[in-house]
């Protein structure tokens, strides 16, 4: 292993997967999936509920083991479960999908933060990790909540928070699980407005969206799935007819979001221009 | 009275134990209540009870006097073998991490109290095991005691930030290429060593309590984990040694009066932390943003007039 490892060669794909299955039980996931994502590069994967998004990008991540097929990231193959994989891990930052995370035991913006610090065989803070984390929530705009605890915060700042942590490593990959859904639309922008300099610095994204939104600008290709499948890779596509593109900005809120969908779908009728 | 007590031999190997396991056990403790696995120390508990009585077996065998020299070693054994293969079922997801916990629990019973009975013994000399007898702590149980401390403590405190990651967020633990088996068993082997540290003091049956008490007491006054761990083991120390101390004076068992007063004390504290957060000030948790939405002018000016409230 030598210096080389550290610059990824610009000709080599930060992401290649081939022929990518995945199977839960009786339920064929993805089927034969090939994605391949070059330096510097903007990728939004689209698909509806259930076409195999996140199954796409947990897999590429090391979360789920492919049943069949290969994942290199930055050159190096990608290990069953990640373990013995070279795959250099300061450079990769993770954004799930909001989930109920978080143990029994209620943490900081800080602890959650700096656990994205961690990586590969780094298993403790680095000097001067209380500067960083608060560098990357600055980035986010919760600079102030520091030593809030995070299961207090409402949903969408919580989802800032995951992004803080994946951005706190300073990645030159970063891949994305819907970021932005529940976040409100000053908090989109300024997250789009943070994403624009990283990605002008070098910053190669893989991004799971439902539709484009305030990236728009930023996408430099798109990926839909469906049953399991690439349909489409290349321009990203114009948004349904009923989507009315010129003034449409609304996220659609998730099923579960919060007890407030019905309300913010009503307010939706008067998204300003 | 006090300088008393601090003069026997015996209350001062007690003590010392006692000083440990409070300080010791809740730090495990954290890290179990943060993976929701409050009761894996109790099947620990019960499966150290059939390496207690393996132990024993073994000793009788090999004529070894008395016939329970090994019982502590084995209890540390059959512990760390039972806490790695739970981690490894619940790794496995076929069975779920409950349903092994309670067949752990049954299995480490009925194992126990069959071994004691082929070594030639009865289920009555599992008595100080499953309940404790910190009375008769001896200079090389009290330094065996000091070691597994001191393996746990360096573990528990020094990856704090690595398990806590991994307790906090399997999934992005791994897409962060964590060693995220290879914590997890350090977990579950540092919760093993513990629980046989702990037997001496509050007893096989009571170990979990000590573990799992003071964390549930931190977490009444504190909402940062790093704190829920210094005050839990602050607790833990507290009762620990008010507990034992107690014993001195009252012929009561010392495990029993130490997770009494634990309990006693989070009851206390969870009657008084609703006063004590009152004090702090209120303040406005609402970011001043503007919507996602262009508000008629009457409703602008009802949202400043919110703010100013707030202010």
Known sequence: ?273 | MIMLMLTDPFMQRALIAALLVGVTAPVVGTYLVQRKLSLLGDGIGHVALTGVALGWLVGAGMGLTPNDALAIPGAVVAAVVGSVLIEVVRRRGRTSGDLALAIMFYGGIAGGVLLIGIAGGSSGNLMQYLFGSISTVSDADLWLTVVLSLVVLTVGVGLRHALFAVSHDEDFATASGLPVWALNVVVAVVSALTVTVAMRVVGLLLVSALMIVPVAIAQQVTHAFGRTMLTASVVGVVVCVTGLSITYWYNVSPGATIVVLAIGVYAVVSMLAPLLGRRRPVHDPHPDLPDDVDLPAAATERAAAAAKECR
Do not use: C
């Open chain 1, 1 to 273: 292993m030598t210096d080389t490892r550290r610059v990824t060669e610009p000709s080599e794909p930060v992401i290649e997967a081939r022929g990518l299955h995945f199977r839960a039980g009786a339920s064929h996931i993805l089927r034969g999936i090939d994605l391949t994502v070059e330096h510097g590069e903007v990728v939004a994967l689209l698909g509806a509920n259930g076409s195999g998004k996140s199954t796409l990008v947990k897999s590429l991540v090391g979360i789920n083991t492919p049943s069949e097929g290969s994942v290199r990231l930055l050159g190096e193959p990608l290990g069953a479960g990640g373990r013995g994989s070279r795959v250099d891990w300061s450079r990769i930052g993770y954004v799930p999908q909001r989930s109920g995370a978080g143990g029994g035991i209620p943490s900081t913006a800080q602890e959650v933060v700096a656990s994205g610090l961690l990586h590969g065989r780094r298993l403790r803070l680095p000097r001067g990790w209380r500067q960083q984390v608060a560098v990357a929530l600055e980035q986010v705009g919760l600079a102030d909540r520091v030593h809030d605890p995070v299961h207090l915060l409402s949903g969408g700042q919580q989802q800032r928070i995951l992004i803080a942590r994946a951005l706190v490593r300073e990645p030159d990959l970063l891949v994305l699980d819907e970021p932005v859904a529940g976040v409100d639309m000053a908090s989109q922008e300024a997250f789009a407005a943070t994403m624009k300099r990283l990605v002008d610095g070098g910053l190669t994204v893989l991004v799971v969206l439902h539709e484009l939104g305030e990236l728009e600008p930023l996408v430099t290709r798109a990926v839909v799935l469906r049953h399991g499948k690439v349909v489409h890779d290349g321009a990203p596509p114009p948004a349904r007819h009923d989507h009315d593109r010129a003034g449409h900005r609304h996220q659609h809120p998730h099923a579960d979001d919060n007890a407030l969908d019905a309300e913010s779908r009503a307010l939706d009728l008067e998204v300003r221009p």
